[in-house]
């Protein structure tokens, strides 16, 4: 069975701070894909990032990084020097292909930036 | 483009009703999905298609049925609304072969 964890509920931060979101997986898989998504306050989903199970390098994208290591069954999310527009619910994601990506979500960790 | 849009975006159900989720994407994807989230819980798949005509159950399926005539349009189906329906539901798409799913802005659903 596959299985996403992100054990942090809620963190909150003071602006600037880093921050770092943990995930874990389980899957028997050795082909899945890796997300991350955020849900800001208005609701809708907004994609940030997809990784294979191939390829472990990590990626930075301006303030945001991203540590994969299978290892650890781990793809953990981090923000650097965060802004209160960073403050959502941030969801980490595992996809197998069965024919159609089915997709198991984290409970998800809400995010707190205050000025 | 519009993206996948939703409709409607909030509904108030009794008990016992009826009601259609419509889902529709101009990106010409071939998978669609629909995900139902609870409060403070992440998402759950409920049902998913991979083209026209072809539907699959994900997690979650009882209580709901869809179809797939169109690539564009992707309904959900409530027969008999019960209070633990109580959810947002998404609709998603994605082009096959690529995993990473779009999402509409969600349909805010109460059953009382």
């Known amino acids: 069975a596959q299985k996403v964890t992100q054990a942090q509920t809620e963190i909150s931060v003071v602006e600037k701070e880093d921050v770092t979101l943990d995930c874990v997986y389980e899957?028997?898989?050795?082909?899945?894909?890796l997300f991350w998504y955020k849900q800001p306050p208005s609701g809708e989903l907004v994609f940030l990032i997809r990784?294979?199970?191939?390829?472990?390098q990590n990626e930075i994208s301006g303030r945001y990084s991203w540590n994969f290591q299978k290892s650890t069954s781990s793809f953990n999310f981090t923000i650097t020097a965060s802004q209160v527009v960073d403050s959502a619910v941030y969801f980490c994601?595992?996809?197998?292909?069965?024919?159609?990506?089915?997709?198991?979500f984290g409970a998800g960790t809400r995010l707190f930036v205050k000025a | 483009n519009a993206g996948v849009t939703q409709t409607p975006k909030f509904r108030i159900l009794k008990i016992g009703q009826s009601m259609t989720l419509q889902c529709t994407q101009d990106?010409?994807?071939?998978?669609m999905y629909w995900y139902r989230q609870d409060p403070g819980m992440g998402l759950k798949l409920i049902y998913y298609?991979?083209?026209?005509?072809?539907?699959d159950k994900g997690e979650v399926p009882n209580g709901y049925n869809v179809s797939r005539s169109t690539t564009e349009d992707f309904p959900l189906r409530l027969e008999l609304a019960a209070p633990s329906q109580t959810s947002v539901y998404f609709c998603?798409?994605?082009?096959?072969?690529?995993?990473?799913?779009?999402f509409g802005q969600g349909t805010r659903l109460t059953v009382v």
């Open positions: 998603a798409s994605s082009y096959p072969g690529l995993p990473e799913a779009f």
């Open positions: 899957t028997r898989d050795t082909t899945y894909y």
């Open positions: 990784r294979n199970s191939f390829d472990e």
């Open positions: 994601a595992l996809s197998l292909n069965t024919g159609g990506f089915k997709t198991i």
């Open positions: 990106m010409n994807h071939n998978y």
């Open positions: 298609s991979v083209g026209a005509g072809i539907t």
